[in-house]
């Protein structure tokens, strides 16, 4: 079945840092979506994309799809303490895959902030 | 944005008994929604699509006479554990996406089971 690796699992970061995180495919995806969950809740949706090489912006976050459909990356500008949290990225695969309706979700990107 | 909204959020229970989850949205229709299962510090497992006056569709693996799934309206899919196991304990997730094709999901806030 399809896999999405994320990258890195966990970091440890300075408030006021960038943060960049990414996530690939060993095949190719028609939408990704970056979620943030924090500890006992749902995934939150941060950002979707839906074209390949999309380049798309939500405040501090910024985020691409690659022009390979295989990859995508999530960038966090200036990160803050409540950017604390696991970042997963998602993705939806073609019709004629059969995966159109179903998320497969990356492994996770444990972030933490420090003061 | 849309809610979806699980419950209970927390649910602790003996062995052998069994245990419902509701997943509402609440102010959209939802004809599809998905139960998702996470364990600690992993990623989310897709266990099956609950279509709303149909049979729910499983994944590979997940038990349909463990796992029940009901979807009697736009607007609730009920997910039950039957003849639940320590095993069984995870954090169980919902989603549910708008009517429209195009609408991306929204997730429930989660639901912690615990079987003792």
């Known amino acids: 079945g399809q896999q999405l690796n994320q990258s890195p699992q966990s970091m440890f970061i300075q408030e006021g840092e960038d943060v960049s995180m990414n996530c690939t495919s060993s095949?190719?995806?028609?939408?990704w979506l970056w979620y943030k969950q924090d500890p006992g809740e749902g995934p939150v949706l941060l950002i979707a994309?839906?074209?390949?090489?999309e380049l798309t912006s939500n405040g501090r976050l910024t985020a691409q799809f690659g022009i390979t459909r295989k990859d995508s990356f999530l960038n966090i500008s200036a990160s803050i303490p409540s950017d604390v949290g696991i970042y997963f990225c998602a993705g939806r695969g073609p019709v004629h895959t059969g995966t159109a309706s179903k998320l497969t979700f990356g492994t996770g990107t444990r972030l933490q902030v420090t003061l | 944005g849309a809610v979806v909204s699980q419950h209970p959020s927390r649910v602790i229970c003996k062995s052998g008994t069994s245990v419902k989850i509701e997943c509402r949205s609440l102010d959209f229709q939802a004809t599809t929604m998905f139960w998702y299962r996470q364990f600690p510090k992993k990623s989310l497992m897709l266990m099956a699509t609950?279509?709303?006056?149909?049979?729910?569709?499983?994944e590979q693996g997940v038990e349909k006479d463990k796992f029940l799934i009901n979807h009697a309206s736009l607007t609730l899919s009920t997910l039950t554990v039957t003849s639940a196991h320590p095993e069984d304990s995870s954090f169980y997730i919902c989603?549910?996406?708008?009517?429209?094709?195009?609408?991306?999901?929204?997730f429930g806030e989660g639901s912690r089971l615990t079987v003792l």
């Open positions: 095949s190719i995806f028609n939408t």
């Open positions: 989603s549910a996406r708008d009517r429209e094709v195009t609408g991306e999901l929204f």
């Open positions: 609950s279509n709303e006056g149909s049979k729910a569709t499983y």
């Open positions: 994309l839906y074209k390949a090489g």
